[in-house]
Each structure stands twice: as C-alpha cells, then as structure tokens.
C-alpha cells in the first residue's frame, strides 16, 4: 500500500469586496463565491476543514489549488486571456470626418459636410484593409466609422468588397459594422448593406425631446429620421429571410445630464422601437464633448443611480416577458458567470489599445484606439503611431506606446485595482485616465469610471447575491452565445455574443 502523503492545498490568492451582508470572494481565472465573515476568515488563514462543503466549493472553483486541479485552473486561466493571442481583431476606420448632425456631446470632432478632404481615399482604404488581413485571428471586423460614414459611400462599398476578397484569398473570416446616425440612409444603400451583410449600429437618446435636444439635424428631426429608418432596416431583415431576434439595429445611448431622472422613459423607447438590447453608455471626455463637459456631464455617482434604476426595470420587464438587456451588464456578466471574457476592449486587461484593436484616420494615420484619434482631434498627438503608408503591423503592435499602454492598462500591476475583487472582470481605459486625470495610469480614489465599473458590478453580484432563480435565469440568457453566420464573409459561422 502506498504511503505517499497528498500535498496540503494551497491558497490561490483571493480577492474579496463586502456587498450588502456578505463578501465578494474572487479569484484570477474568474471564479466567485459569496462569503460571510467567519467563512472568510477562515479561508485566509487556512482553516477550512476538508470534507466539508465550502472546501468542497472551494477546490471546485480553484481557490484552494490541489493536485488534482491544477491543471484545470491553469487552462481556466488561459482560457480567460485567451484574446491576448488573437492579437488586433478589430479595424476602426474612420472614412470621413464629414457629418450632417451636431451632437452635444460629438467625441470624433466632426468636420462640416463641405470638408470633402477630410474623406478617406480608396488608395488608404485599401492600404487599411490590407494591414487588417495579417493580424493573426482568423477572424477580422472592419467597423466603419466618422463623422458621418454614409457620406464617403464609395469608400465604405470599395471596402465591404475588397475586403471579402482579402478575405476569400487568406482563409480568413471578416465582418463588417456600419456606425451611423442614419439620417443619409435611403433604399438603394439600405439594400446594399442588407445584401452584403453589414452589421448597422446607430444611436437612440431616447424619446424625441431627449433625442433633439441633444443631436441637432438642420431642417428636421434627428429622432424622426432615426426612428423611420431603424423600423426599416429591421423589416428588410425580416424580407431577406433572417431571425429578426439575431439581426437588428444595434442601437446605444450616450448617457447625458439631460437622461438623469428619466431612466425609464429611456428604456420605453427602446422597446417602443423594437429593441433587444441598449447599451447605457457613460459620456466620455473626448472631442467636442470635452467643450461642452459642464453642460451634459455629471459624476460617477449620478450615472451610477440612473443606472441601477434602468438596470432594476429592464430586469423587472424581462420578468413580465419583454425581452431586452443591457450591454453593459451583458459584458460584465460574461465574465462573471461563463468561463470566456467576451474581448470588449475598454473592459479587459489589459484594454485592447494597439493590440487588440486599431484605428485608422482619414488620412490614413494610425492610433491606438478610436479614443485616442479623438485625443488627436483635439490637438494632442500622444496616442498617434504613424501612419499606413510606412507602418506594418508588427510596427503597430510592437510601437512604444502601445507597449506604454499595455502595462498601464495591465490590472496587475495598478494600485487599487491588483487587489480588486473585481480585478477578473474589469479594466482601465489609459486615454480615459490621461484626458481626465493627467496620467495614463488611473489613479482611482477619483477616477469616475472606476466608480461607475465598480458600481454596476456592485449591484450585479447584487443580485446574484440575492439567489433569484428568475433573475439569475435572466442574467443567464444575456449571456448566451448566439450564432449569425451572416455576418461572415466567408460562410462559416462564428460566435458573435456580446
């Protein structure tokens, strides 16, 4: 008989937050447990006992590391990072900074309609898409951008084709995004873009006075156009023969002072429209936004109890039948609750700039992220790298800044957020930090969107601490990996999730 002992288990270092009555327990590959005081402080000083079911959970979840899970905790881990292997997936490309709305809170820092040199060339555009094709995931999206992107339509055409030709020819699979207020959209582009499978993203303030007040078109109504055109466009996806449940206007709201207090109304018009997802995104700093912060900006806080209140009835409408989530919440339970991170790139570590996505300018210069080419517009070339016509992509990836970027976006090694609980699901914009607090690395006492980050994670586990097996269902669909294949360009299928 063998007389070979079983090493003791070793702690994996746990993280922990007091929500309500009980402790957040967290640890590096994601995996959480809810404590109270006498269980927590029995895990951190070694006293669970075997045997028993918290150790029993314990080693399931890879708190406590033994011989027989650690491997499993280490693919768990490699598995969470897996993004950092795919190296740059997205293309932002900025066709024109041309647009015919005037936004209070514009982060591009729009050009007027007759600045026709501010439109990118066929010539970059290719340059872009050629650049795009050797990032090694074999599966790119090219997401287009502005100002308005319907207005240099040539490019936008010449790109979706030439694009699918790249892609045929190097195996790889390529998608296609269209971020657009829609004002310009007509018959014969909505049929194109339906055609070709371009996936269009515009955005909805919420009802028409929110709407208007905030993004100004000249000889109408901003909202009216918008709204016209989104029922449109979902009902020639219902013509093309498509699941009207996985193809649709993706739509967001840019959440501004005029919204607080009206959380509910915003979310009506959202499923008034049709709907299945909004995004409740915080007013960045960037562009003309910065300009105009003490108009339309607000704190943390303030974004925080809006927040939980359109959180609280989108969950309470789930309830009723009225299926819609929200995106942020949808990004943040994906980490939580399944075993992949969905590689949204401001909320990951570290953050995607430079090595996970890239943008391109009109003129075919090269920026970390989009947030950093709006820095650019406002006269700071820091987060600049070069540009298309004498950059390649290993000069992109392996650029100073973006290094500078990475490390400072690299949760591990920033005060306050290495001992997080929430350091697993989390993330740090750096252009975020340098714009409002003077330093790449957020210095969170007063960094505003660590409030926010750490406040809807706060009520998430919330919830999930409240053990509602309706809510809990709910968070589960929204997390569900759906398939559509048509966005693809090559015919495989792909999991899009969140």
């Known amino acids: 008989m063998s007389t070979k002992k079983t090493a003791a288990p070793k702690l994996n270092l746990p993280r922990f937050r007091k929500v309500g009555d009980k402790h957040v327990v967290t640890n590096d590959h994601g995996a959480y447990v809810f404590m109270d005081d006498n269980q927590l402080q029995a895990l951190v000083t070694g006293r669970v006992k075997p045997g028993t079911d918290m150790y029993d959970e314990l080693v399931a979840k890879g708190f406590l590391i033994t011989d027989t899970n650690l491997d499993r905790v280490a693919a768990d881990y490699d598995r969470k990072v897996g993004f950092l292997y795919r190296g740059p997936v997205l293309h932002i490309m900025v066709v024109t900074l041309r647009c015919n709305e005037i936004c209070k809170y514009c982060h591009a820092s729009r050009a007027s309609l007759e600045k026709t040199e501010t439109d990118m060339s066929i010539a970059t555009a290719e340059k872009v898409v050629e650049m795009a094709m050797r990032a090694p995931s074999d599966t790119i999206t090219i997401e287009f951008q502005g100002g308005e992107p319907l207005v240099n339509w040539e490019t936008v055409t010449h790109v979706v084709e030439y694009g699918s030709k790249l892609a045929k020819e190097r195996g790889k699979r390529v998608m296609f995004s269209l971020v657009s207020n829609l004002s310009l959209m007509d018959d014969e582009k909505l049929e194109y873009l339906i055609k070709n499978r371009v996936q269009i993203s515009t955005s909805l303030d919420g009802p028409k006075d929110l709407h208007d007040k905030n993004r100004f078109l000249a000889n109408s109504s901003a909202y009216d156009k918008t709204v016209e055109w989104m029922a449109k466009i979902n009902q020639a996806y219902v013509d093309a023969g498509l699941d009207p449940n996985l193809y649709h206007v ?11 207090g009206r959380a509910k ?31 339309v900006g607000y704190m943390g806080a303030d974004f925080l109890k809006f927040y939980n209140e359109a959180l ?15 995106r942020l919440a949808g990004i943040f339970l994906t980490k939580i609750l399944t075993p992949d991170d969905p590689n949204y790139m401001d909320i990951r570590s570290p953050c995607g700039a430079g090595i996970g996505q890239i943008a391109y300018n009109y003129d075919g210069s090269i920026f970390t992220c989009d947030e950093g080419r709006m820095v650019y517009q406002m006269g700071d070339e820091v987060f600049k790298i070069g540009s298309i016509n004498n950059m390649t992509l290993k000069d992109v990836v392996t650029h100073d800044t973006v290094k500078t970027i990475a490390m400072a976006s690299t949760l591990d090694s920033i005060p306050g957020c290495a001992t997080c609980a929430y350091k697993p699901y989390c993330g740090t914009c750096p252009v975020y930090n340098y714009t409002e607090q003077g330093n790449i690395f957020p210095q969170n006492p007063t960094n505003q969107r660590c409030v926010i980050y750490m406040g809807v994670q706060d009520r998430l586990f919330k919830h999930l601490m409240d053990e509602n097996e309706e809510v809990k269902n709910i968070f589960y669909r929204w997390v569900e990996v759906k398939d559509r294949p048509e966005y693809m360009h090559d015919g495989r299928r792909m999991n899009q999730g969140f």
């Open 312 to 326: 609280d009835y989108i969950i309470e409408l789930n309830r009723q039948g009225v299926e819609i989530l929200e």
């Open 265 to 295: 109304e915003l979310v009506d018009e959202y499923v008034k429209q049709g709907c299945r997802a909004i995004f409740l995104r915080p007013l960045n700093p960037f562009g003309f936004a910065k300009n105009t912060e003490g108009m």
């Open 250 to 260: 993706e739509a967001l709201a840019t959440i501004t002072k005029e919204h607080l």
